[in-house]
């Protein structure tokens, strides 16, 4: 069974967002296509991102959530998703998988300092 909510630490190596998650295999996992700059919205008022953020997402709404993604396709194993309300779209690869069983139609996330 999988969790509902998930969290992740992203955080910049040479330029680029990326995270750890050993628990699934993943090692300076990049965010490309979008999510660079969805992620920059999202941190604007958290101290030293750069360093490190807690990422909270699942498919289903919680409490303080600050975005909601919407899925728009399937391209090239990852897929397409939409910030309708900042006019933002970013693809997430087929590590996506790793935390859900199939593509989720929306995603919701909520970015915070780390403790």
């Not at 969290?7 to 995270?19: A, K, L, M």
């Not at 194993?77 to 309708?84: E, L, M, R, T």
């Amino acid at each position: 069974m999988q969790n509902s909510l998930m969290v992740i630490v992203p955080y910049r190596y040479e330029g680029t967002w990326v995270f750890d998650d050993e628990r699934v295999g993943l090692i300076k996992e990049p965010f490309v296509a979008g999510i660079p700059q969805m992620i920059e919205v999202m941190v604007k008022e958290i101290p030293h991102p750069e360093q490190g953020f807690r990422l909270l997402f699942g498919a289903t709404p919680f409490p303080g959530y600050q975005l909601e993604l919407d899925w728009i396709r399937e391209e090239f194993q990852g897929h397409w998703y939409a910030w309708k309300e900042k006019n933002l779209e970013g693809w997430l690869c087929p590590a996506l998988f790793k935390y859900f069983w199939q593509a989720p139609l929306k995603i919701y996330c909520k970015a915070e300092p780390k403790s």
